[in-house]
């Protein structure tokens, strides 16, 4: 089963700080481009911060300098660093990544996948 799982989600008040995690189990061996996205019931799912397999990564302008985007190559792990959280950014947050991948002892490379998402929310 090729899967993306996140953690570390919860409730906080403003200010304070949590970190998300994304994991490729079962079948992924290896996490390539990997992204966080957000989404507001209601409202279209957003790109917070993407990282590439070498840790070059970008964030969104609206959690610049609060946000930061990491990655562990050997645990196969990416992770979203929240600071100084908003209530505004309450959300679902999804891990999205392009991963290889084996399927009956055959590799697979490139397929875009997505977490279930883990819930974030702020209160004021």
């Known amino acids: 089963q090729v899967q993306l799982v996140e953690s570390g989600g919860g409730l906080v008040q403003a200010g304070g700080s949590l970190r998300l995690s994304c994991v490729g189990s079962?079948?992924?061996?290896?996490?390539?481009?990997a992204a966080w996205f957000r989404q507001v019931l209601g409202k279209q799912r957003e790109w917070v911060a993407s990282?590439?397999?070498?840790?070059?990564?970008n964030v969104t302008d609206s959690v610049k300098g609060r946000f930061t985007i990491s990655r562990d190559n050997a645990k196969n792990t990416v992770y979203l660093q929240m600071n100084s959280l908003k209530p505004e950014d309450t959300a679902a947050y999804y891990c999205?990544?392009?991963?290889?991948?084996?399927?009956?002892?055959?590799?697979?490379?490139?397929?875009?996948?997505w977490g279930k998402g883990t819930l974030v929310t702020v209160s004021s």
């Open positions: 079962g079948s992924i061996f290896r996490i390539n481009k």
């Open positions: 999205n990544a392009d991963v290889d991948f084996t399927g009956w002892g055959i590799p697979y490379y490139g397929m875009d996948a």
């Open positions: 990282i590439t397999r070498d840790g070059v990564a």
